[in-house]
């Protein structure tokens, strides 16, 4: 089964960067979505961007123009580049992906509504941004 792992998050100052990885193992043959999911403290989990089977990039509104999702040519090593960061997203960050089908209108629908139908999930990333 595939195994997805989190790396670089941090802690940083209102307006810095940070680079999130997510790299996968195990997988079959590949993932036809992967994206990137946040929860704070109180909060429910949110989606933050996925890449969907076609390599069609989608963005939660709140971070479009400042965040960038992108993928290998493998599609087992998910990147998430976090520019001018805002206190507003401290949060946990989990890689999430299905290894089964799903068209990109579907992957859209996991990413905004239906979480749970990406089976695999990292362990998560701590994301601290300070004002």
């Known amino acids: 089964r595939a195994r997805l792992v989190e790396s670089g998050g941090g802690s940083v100052q209102a307006g810095g960067s940070l680079r999130l990885s997510c790299e996968g193992s195990?997988?079959?043959?590949?993932?036809?979505?992967m994206g990137w999911f946040r929860q704070a403290p109180g909060k429910s989990r949110e989606g933050v961007a996925a890449v969907d089977l076609n390599g069609g990039l989608k963005y939660a509104e709140s971070v479009k123009g400042r965040f960038t999702i992108s993928q290998d040519n493998a599609k087992r090593t998910l990147t998430l580049q976090m520019n001018s960061l805002e206190p507003e997203d401290t949060a946990m960050y989990y890689c999430?992906?299905?290894?089964?089908?799903?068209?990109?209108?579907?992957?859209?629908?996991?990413?905004?509504?239906?979480?749970?139908?990406?089976?695999?999930w990292g362990q998560g990333t701590q994301v601290t941004v300070s004002s």
């Open positions: 999430a992906a299905s290894e089964a089908y799903m068209d990109a209108d579907y992957c859209h629908n996991a990413l905004f509504r239906r979480h749970h139908d990406l089976h695999y």
């Open positions: 195990g997988y079959t043959h590949r993932m036809f979505c």
